[in-house]
């Protein structure tokens, strides 16, 4: 499917939409800092989401369609996230509860966000804690400002942190570092499960 363009304050996102057939939901994802919406973990989120018949969008940063490896600064990132969100709300995604989320650097802009766009749950793959040697550096704030119910799936030996279990947040270890490839099935079955337990609440 050819992606949607949507205009945004900082250039234009790209959505690459994999729309589900009765769908019940849908799946919001953004991707990495350096990477991008083909990252092996949001492939496999993306499979296990519709096979729960879950719509997803995967969201490409105006940063990213400029082919800058950098990212944009935190607040643009959150504004440019917000207009796609309130795009797809009033079209492809309207009527639908709505779960946002992403890898690394997309699980905070999600997690940031959670509030102002409505979301029924937060999926973060990756979250990065804090800085690779620097503990004190704790993102865990952003985490722990999400007031609906939380997914982490973390490599266990993933050199940004693990973070603590916490009342509406599930953990869920896998072998691996940051990249999340050690357990893609063992990862589409944590998403699926825990869709399910959101959609259903």
């Known amino acids: 499917m050819t992606p949607i363009e949507i205009d945004t304050p900082h250039g234009p996102a790209l959505v690459h939409l994999h729309v589900a057939e009765d769908a019940r ?9 350096g990477g991008g919406v083909a990252a092996r973990d949001l492939v496999a989120a993306t499979k296990a989401a519709l096979e729960e018949r879950v719509s997803v969008a995967l969201v490409e940063q105006p940063y990213r369609v400029k082919g800058r490896k950098s990212p944009a600064p935190a607040k643009q990132l ?25 890898r690394s650097a997309g699980a905070r802009v999600a997690c940031r966000t959670a509030a102002v766009t409505y979301a029924a749950g937060v999926l973060c793959l990756a979250f ?18 999400v007031t609906v119910p939380v997914l982490v799936i973390q490599g266990e030996s993933d050199p940004f942190g ?17 990249a999340l490839t050690g ?7 944590a998403v699926r499960g825990w869709l399910a337990r959101v959609l259903s609440d």
């Open 25 to 33: 939901g849908a799946l919001v994802l953004g991707h990495g800092a």
């Open 128 to 145: 990065p804690v804090h800085p690779p040697g620097k503990p004190e550096k704790t993102r865990l704030d952003e985490l722990n400002a």
């Open 162 to 178: 693990m973070p603590p279990p916490a009342a509406g947040r599930e953990i869920v270890a896998q072998p691996g570092t940051h």
């Open 78 to 102: 959150d504004t440019a996230w917000d207009v796609v969100i309130d795009h797809l709300r009033g079209d492809v995604f309207a009527g639908l509860p709505l779960i946002t989320g992403g």
């Open 183 to 189: 357990d893609l099935a063992g990862l589409g079955e």
